[in-house]
Structures are given as C-alpha cells and as structure tokens.
T-cell receptor, first 113, second 110 residues
C-alpha cells in the first residue's frame, strides 16, 4: 500500500515565523503535490513537482515555496507565516503517467496566531 | 477555465436511503476519478472511469461515466453511517494536472 507521511498532524505557529511542512512517500512516485483545503474553497493546489529539484507553481503559490532534494521527499515552506495561511495542508503523490490516481497524506492542520 | 461542477453541495439522508452525487463538465474529459474524505481525514481514491458509458461497482457504490464523457455520477444504495464524508470527483489533464470538483458532503442520520 502507498504511504504518504506528513511530519506533523497539528502545528501552531506565530505570525512571521518560518514554517516547514515535510512530506515523504514510499512508492517511488515521480509527482508530488501540496494542496490546502479550506471550508467552502475545496482543494487548491499550491505547488507541485514532477522530478527532483523540479517545481511548478499551482493556483495559489504566493507566500509559499517548496523544496524537492530527494525523490521521496517534498517540503512546503512558509517563508513568513501569516494568519490567512491557517489551513489544512495536504500532501499527495502520483506516478508520472496519465490517469494516475493521487495518494494523499493524513494532512497537517496549521494554525497561525 | 477548467472546472467541474459537483452537485449537490450537501445531502442529508436517513440511514438506508439511497444517495447520488453528480459531476458535470462543459468539456469532454479523459477520465473521472472519485475520492472519499471522511470527517477529519484525507481524500482517499475510490475508483477511476475512462471509457464512455462505463459503469463500475464497489459493493453498494455504483459509478457511472456519461456517454459523452462530460458527466459522472456516484450512487450509494442503502446508505450506512460509515458512508459519511465528502465525495469528490476529479479528472486529470496531462500527467500532473488534477481538477477537483467542489465535493458533496454526505451526512447519514441513524
């Protein structure tokens, strides 16, 4: 079974802090994604990566950056956390081929105070 | 832009009643994927449909892809409390673009 592991289930950070969210997958997937999920707004793509060191902006990249130094690991970075970044963050991975389903991690609920 | 409409947004049913959610697109889709997210959980892949008119079943769940490949439905027969959650449809465009519907939140009253 595919396992996508996010390092923290809950995080509380202060405004202005630099925040790292880590995600690791064990199925040798090429693609990795970061989404945020907010009530009434559905799933919104922040960034994705289709290979090591490759990254592409999603729909809402402002205020975020990512890092993919190894195939299995994809990190989301909030350079200076703000209260409007309080959200549920979901990491996902998939194979680099058409119609490959997404496998999600358990999510990180981030609160910025 | 690319989008897929999902209706209804919410549905409350009595346990034992049937439930259906619909996914509609203005353009022809290459595929449809369905995901379920339990309350407090993460989306979990259920199934994928790729052929025109395709119907697939998983126990009490029936998934259908329209003949024109512009719509899809998920039907649950005789709902149970374990069916509670939000059901999302999604389709892929290329090898790494996923377009999600807004989801249908199902509540089952015991």
């Amino acid at each position: 079974d595919v396992k996508v592991t996010q390092s923290s289930r809950y995080l509380v950070k202060r405004t202005g802090e630099k925040v790292f969210l880590e995600c690791v997958q064990d199925m040798d997937h090429e693609n990795m994604f970061w989404y945020r999920q907010d009530p009434g707004l559905g799933l919104r793509l922040i960034y994705f990566s289709y290979d090591v060191k490759m990254k592409e902006k999603g729909d809402i990249p402002e205020g975020y950056s990512v890092s993919r130094e190894k195939k299995e690991r994809f990190s989301l970075i909030l350079e200076s956390a703000s209260t409007n970044q309080t959200s549920m963050y979901l990491c996902a991975s998939s194979f680099l081929r058409s119609n490959s389903p997404l496998h999600f991690g358990n999510g990180t609920r981030l609160t910025v105070t | 832009g690319q989008q897929v409409m999902q209706i209804p947004q919410y549905q409350h049913v009595q346990e034992g009643e049937d439930f259906t959610t619909y996914c509609n697109s203005s353009t022809t889709l290459s595929n449809i994927q369905w995901y379920k997210q339990r309350p407090g959980g993460h989306p979990v892949f259920l199934i994928q449909l790729v052929k025109s008119g395709e119907v697939k079943k998983q126990k009490r769940l029936t998934f259908q892809f329209g003949e024109a490949k512009k719509n899809s439905s998920l039907h649950i027969t005789a709902t149970q409390t374990t069916d509670v959650g939000t059901y999302f449809c999604a389709y892929t465009s290329g090898t790494y673009k996923y377009i999600f519907g807004t989801g249908t939140r199902l509540k089952v009253l015991a």
